[in-house]
């Protein structure tokens, strides 16, 4: 008997080695997507400092330029402080939306979908780390998802109606996890900033370029990777993005045309590309 404890004891200690390494090594990916992000952020706001920078120098030459680029530093350091302090408040005005109680008084989901909304994330965000995000709800036929915010404390979950009450608890936790994923892993800064008045502008003067890097390639696939080592079950997260696929649409039209349009990557079922049926292969593959 003692021998077979034995036994029992060093398998046991030597799947609790390989879960440890695995959390680690999970761990590790995730910081290093939150310092990428970081990185991006800050290569997009102090971007036009450079120019500023240099037309101060060409100032050497004629009056002109300094003046130009002392103006240009001035502005820029106004609109920045401005994103950066109101990034997360403005997105979430912006979209609009209710609490979940209010929604629930309001008829407008079940209360057992708000009640099954606000366990996963409470359970998610104890097994990430991380602290609740404020659950906000839209009234929306399209089944879909976005988490913005300046960083994991100022987080906010925007979800629909159509998922709340489209999905089973099963898929509901992995879409959840996808989005407290992006939370983890600081991808929320660099969303709230491109959709805000900074990554706007910049957006606009790179015709188009400025969101692409802030957003970078691959993020809704890394997200998946991601959600599916916390729940440990892709066919859940599979299943519920087969929902939004096959859904008349996934672009919520409660959402103001302009919001839409900064938003438009961010999304669980981001509106532009057909990338959820590549999504859903890794996701088979798994």
Not at 16 to 30: E, I, K
Not at 56 to 70: E, H, K, N, S
Not at 83 to 99: C, E, F, M, P
């Amino acid at each position: 008997m003692r021998r077979a404890f034995e036994a029992q004891q060093a398998a046991y200690e030597a799947a609790r080695a390989v879960l440890d390494r695995a959390r680690a090594r999970r761990d590790a990916s995730w910081q290093q997507a939150a310092a990428e992000n970081r990185r991006r952020a800050m290569v997009v706001l102090l971007s036009p400092f450079a120019v500023g920078v240099v037309l101060g120098v060409l100032g050497i030459l004629t009056i002109a330029p300094a003046i130009a680029g002392g103006l240009l530093i001035v502005g820029w350091a106004v609109v920045v402080a401005l994103s950066w302090r109101y990034a997360a408040t403005k997105a979430r005005s912006d979209l609009g939306g209710t609490d979940l109680r209010a929604a629930v008084a309001g008829g407008i989901v079940s209360a057992r979908g708000a009640e099954r909304v606000e366990d996963l994330t409470e359970s998610l965000c104890a097994g990430l780390g991380l602290p609740v995000p404020e659950l906000r709800l839209l009234a929306d036929p399209a089944p879909n998802a976005v988490t913005l915010g300046r960083r994991a404390s100022l987080a906010t979950l925007v979800v629909t109606s159509a998922l709340v009450d489209g999905l089973d608890r099963i898929e509901l936790e992995g879409v959840l996890a996808h989005e407290l994923s992006h939370v983890k892993r600081l991808d929320i800064l660099t969303g709230s900033l491109g959709a805000s008045p900074a990554g706007r502008v910049l957006d606009v003067c790179s015709g188009g370029r400025a969101q692409a890097y802030l957003v970078g390639r691959c993020r809704e696939v890394r997200a998946d990777l991601a959600a599916v080592s916390t729940t440990r079950y892709p066919p859940g997260l599979l299943a519920g993005l087969e929902r939004v696929c096959t859904a008349a649409t996934r672009e919520p039209s409660s959402v103001p045309p302009r919001v839409r349009a900064s938003t438009a990557r961010l999304w669980l079922a981001p509106f532009t590309g057909g990338e959820l049926s590549e999504r859903a292969d890794i996701l088979r593959e798994l």
